[in-house]
């Protein structure tokens, strides 16, 4: 990245956006980074505290769907990249409510694209690494797996929920902007994430805290959905790299290596909880209940990454053993920002989806 760029990073005070602002911030001085994230229930302005005094560093409470204020931060900043996180993001959400993934997730995109195109020269791909549009998409856009075989960028779009359907339509808008107008968006595909600052709706953090407390943990149908989990810090690294060194029309998958079914994952948590609590053997097992299945549930993701760890030479550092034991051990030493995450806040959050769409 050049020094004296300016970086406009959308949803960054979500889980994945927080954890890339908190490595990059401290980390390129001379860079300016601009926050613009709406405050949903599931961004917190308390994940940036750590760098909020930093002088490359700016937040704006806003809307990505909200043109004549993108307009106005690309006048004001002079953007030179856009690290596009900002997205409704829960599947079990997008199944209760699906217009706002279609709001935020598509129309957001799209006026968030036309804002860089809008202000970017005609041949900014051409611009050497100038000007860059990093949109960061999901591997769920594939859609289901059997029991063998792995996704990779050539692998058809099925997406199979209204989040992944939402995901994917953002994805067809951001590679037509490239081809189209020759906007330089380079694409991402990732795997499930976890780590610190991830609300606890997810299922490894919905683990740690229920076992905390002692309530029951909801495992979906058999548990024997299987999925690919990367650590958070590892997608950061992967996606400074892509900010830094992709080529403009250039899409990455982004794994962990890491596949394990849902119970298996469980209970693991359920033991590492334990542990650290110095519980009895099997006290958080027992909390495990299986519930009705997720309609639609995807049954196995899988990632084949090694067109970005040939051609970006990016891994991932942290297995599971290592990541999760990395995740309890912060959950448990920040109960107070579970607690602050999961106040009444967010309860009222349908209705307000509902009213204001
Ligand atoms: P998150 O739900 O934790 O955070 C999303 C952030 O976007 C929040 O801070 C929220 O306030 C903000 N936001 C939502 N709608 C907005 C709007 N209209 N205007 C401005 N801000 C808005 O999500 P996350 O898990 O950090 O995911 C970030 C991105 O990465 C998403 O695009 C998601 O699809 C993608 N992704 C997530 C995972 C994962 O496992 N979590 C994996 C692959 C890709
Ligand atoms: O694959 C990437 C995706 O991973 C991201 O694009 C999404 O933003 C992110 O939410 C995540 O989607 P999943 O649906 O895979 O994640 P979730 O944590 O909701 O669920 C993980 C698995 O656990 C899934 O098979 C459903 C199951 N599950 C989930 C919850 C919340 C349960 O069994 N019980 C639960 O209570």
């Not at 279609?102 to 791909?125: I, K």
Request: glycine share 8%; net charge negative; charged share 25%.
């Amino acid at each position: 990245m050049q020094t004296e760029t300016s970086v406009l990073v959308t949803g960054g005070a979500g889980f994945i956006g927080a954890n890339f602002l908190l490595r990059m911030v401290p980390k390129h001085p001379d860079t300016r980074f601009v926050c613009l994230d709406r405050l949903t229930y599931a961004g917190n302005a308390m994940n940036l505290r750590a760098i909020e005094d930093a002088a490359n560093f700016h937040f704006v409470q806003g809307d990505i769907c909200d043109t004549a204020l993108l307009g106005g931060l690309f006048e004001e900043h002079g953007f030179t990249s856009v690290v596009h996180f900002a997205a409704e993001s829960h599947v079990d959400r997008s199944i209760e409510a699906p217009l706002a993934f279609a709001r935020s997730n598509v129309e957001g995109t799209v006026a968030l694209l036309e804002a860089a195109r809008q202000a970017w020269p005609e041949d900014a791909a051409g611009a050497g690494d100038r000007y860059r549009f990093v949109h960061i998409s999901t591997d769920e856009v594939f859609g289901s797996l059997g029991d063998s075989g792995q996704f990779d960028e050539a692998t058809p779009y099925d997406p199979r929920s209204p989040y992944s359907a939402s995901k994917a339509a953002a994805d067809h808008f951001a590679r037509a902007y490239f081809h189209t107008y020759g906007l330089p968006v380079v694409l991402t595909n990732g795997s499930n994430n976890y780590g610190p600052f991830q609300f606890p709706e997810k299922l490894v953090p919905l683990v740690i805290s229920n076992a905390l407390d002692g309530r029951a943990i909801p495992v979906y149908g058999t548990g024997e959905n299987v999925r690919d989990w990367l650590y958070v810090k590892d997608h950061c690294a992967a996606l400074e790299a892509v900010l830094r060194r992709a080529p403009p029309g250039e899409t990455y998958l982004v794994g962990g290596d890491s596949e394990a079914r849902n119970i298996d994952l469980v209970e693991r948590l359920c033991d590492l909880v334990d542990a650290v609590e110095d519980r009895p053997e099997g006290y958080s097992r027992d909390l495990i209940t299986f519930v009705e299945d997720r309609p639609g549930h995807d049954h196995r993701y899988a990632i084949d990454f090694s067109k970005l760890e040939a051609e970006l030479d990016w891994q991932p550092e942290h297995d599971l053993t290592d990541g999760l034991r990395a995740t309890v051990d912060w959950y448990l030493r920040h109960p107070d920002w579970l607690e602050a995450v999961r106040d009444d806040s967010y309860r009222d959050y349908y209705a307000r989806q509902y009213s204001e769409a």
